[in-house]
């Protein structure tokens, strides 16, 4: 039974589902002026929290987590490599996971510096005042990984 569900598994995988492959959607977020902005009360928890930005036909995501020292990073719900299969990642047993190809992420680790094609793109953000501020202008050039 298990080889006949991985075997469908990978067919729809492969095949890409039932129709095109379209980023899943996460709780939308939308610009304020030309930036996004989160306020520190929901984001500053020590989790990790998905958004969705729409982009025209596309949804631009993106994850902010807190790393072990309680310092926020954001990246791009997409790697190098695997952004293709508009997958992105997935939390288990405190780790950032990689659908399509399962590299692990340890989520207490403050920089993920790995030199490999499947590793987390870094989306750049500033703390201003009590929120996390990413310029519209970034999200919009990383439409091109959905």
């Given at each position: 039974m298990r080889r006949i569900a991985f075997t469908l598994f990978l067919i729809l995988?492969?095949?890409?589902?039932?129709?095109?492959?379209?980023?899943p959607e996460h709780p939308?977020?939308?610009?304020?002026?030309d930036v996004v902005k989160l306020p520190l009360s929901v984001v500053d928890d020590g989790g990790?929290?998905?958004?969705?930005?729409k982009l025209a036909d596309k949804n631009v995501n993106f994850l902010v987590r807190t790393?072990?020292?309680?310092?926020?990073h954001t990246h791009l719900d997409a790697c190098y490599s695997c952004f293709k299969y508009k997958l992105g990642?997935?939390?288990?047993?405190g780790d950032l996971v990689c659908w399509p190809c399962r590299y692990r992420y340890p989520l207490a680790d403050e920089e993920w510096q790995f030199i490999q094609a499947c590793s987390p793109i870094t989306l750049a953000h500033r703390i201003k005042g009590n929120y996390l501020v990413i310029k519209l202008s970034r999200l919009q050039r990383a439409g091109k990984f959905f």
């Open positions: 995988f492969f095949s890409g589902g039932c129709g095109p492959n379209k980023a939308q977020v939308v610009a304020d002026g990790v929290h998905f958004y969705t930005y790393d072990g020292n309680g310092k926020l990642y997935f939390v288990e047993d």
